[in-house]
């Protein structure tokens, strides 16, 4: 199985300001990485797919790079609502599988 | 409204059956793949396996697979997960979710949460 790797684990970070989460896969996944925004008690909720395209009614705030085993998701002006946990997800190989998560906390 | 509406809570005990369900509307349930995934208690997500229902193609996590029985009934846009018997290891969130045409998961079930206890 390919291995997802978040990093950090945990951000600690305030409204305002400018976070980078890393994804970081055991092997190339060419660009087949989507990300996930999930809410406490609620349902993931795709962001990006195809790593840089922005899923439809996403704020264009959130955005993503990479390509191979290197990837990130950056979101430029943090928003209330943006404090939750991330999860990349490779769908490059059976099985699909995601990153350990990343909790992003108000500082 | 294009929604995955998946059945409710269940409290079962080791050794027991279950089955829990995923019903589609709002879109053309049988040209999308569903998709399994598990989130056990504060824990990440885990891809469980997906089912195309137009032809019930299947693909399994190796890690679930033999563990439980991923299906489907196109005639009532339904997709299905299925134990034959319960661990308490089982105790999670089971989400359905479906493959957009760009292989994410686009939609997303409520969640159900199974809990395995004696």
């Known amino acids: 199985d390919i291995q997802m790797t978040q990093s950090p684990s945990t951000l600690s970070a305030s409204v305002g300001d400018r976070v980078t989460i890393t994804c970081r896969a055991s092997?190339?996944?060419?660009?087949?990485l989507a990300w996930y925004q999930q809410q406490p008690g609620k349902a993931p909720n795709l962001l990006m797919y195809?790593?840089?395209s922005l899923e439809s009614g996403v704020p264009s705030r959130f955005s993503g790079s990479g390509s191979g085993t290197e990837f990130t998701l950056t979101i430029s002006s943090l928003q209330p609502d943006d404090f939750a946990t991330y999860y990349c997800?490779?769908?490059?190989?059976?099985?699909?599988?995601f990153g350990q998560g990343t909790k992003l906390e108000i500082k | 409204e294009v929604q995955l509406v998946q059945s409710g809570a269940d409290v079962k005990k080791p050794g027991e059956s279950l089955k829990i369900s995923c019903k589609g509307s709002?879109?053309?349930?049988?040209?999308?793949?569903i998709g399994w995934v598990r989130q056990m208690p504060g824990k990440g997500l885990e891809w469980m396996g997906i089912?195309?229902?137009?032809?019930?193609?299947?693909r399994y996590n190796p890690s679930f697979q033999g563990q439980v029985t991923i299906s489907a009934d196109r005639f009532v846009n339904t997709a299905y997960l299925q134990w034959r018997s319960l661990k308490a290891s089982d105790t999670a969130i089971y989400y359905c979710?479906?493959?957009?045409?760009?292989?994410?998961?686009?939609?997303w079930g409520q969640g159900t949460m199974v809990t395995v206890s004696s």
């Open positions: 979710a479906r493959v957009s045409d760009y292989n994410a998961f686009d939609l």
């Open positions: 709002g879109y053309s349930f049988t040209s999308y793949w």
């Open positions: 089912i195309y229902p137009g032809d019930s193609d299947t």
């Open positions: 092997q190339s996944i060419s660009t087949w």
């Open positions: 195809k790593t840089s």
């Open positions: 997800q490779q769908y490059n190989t059976y099985p699909y599988t």
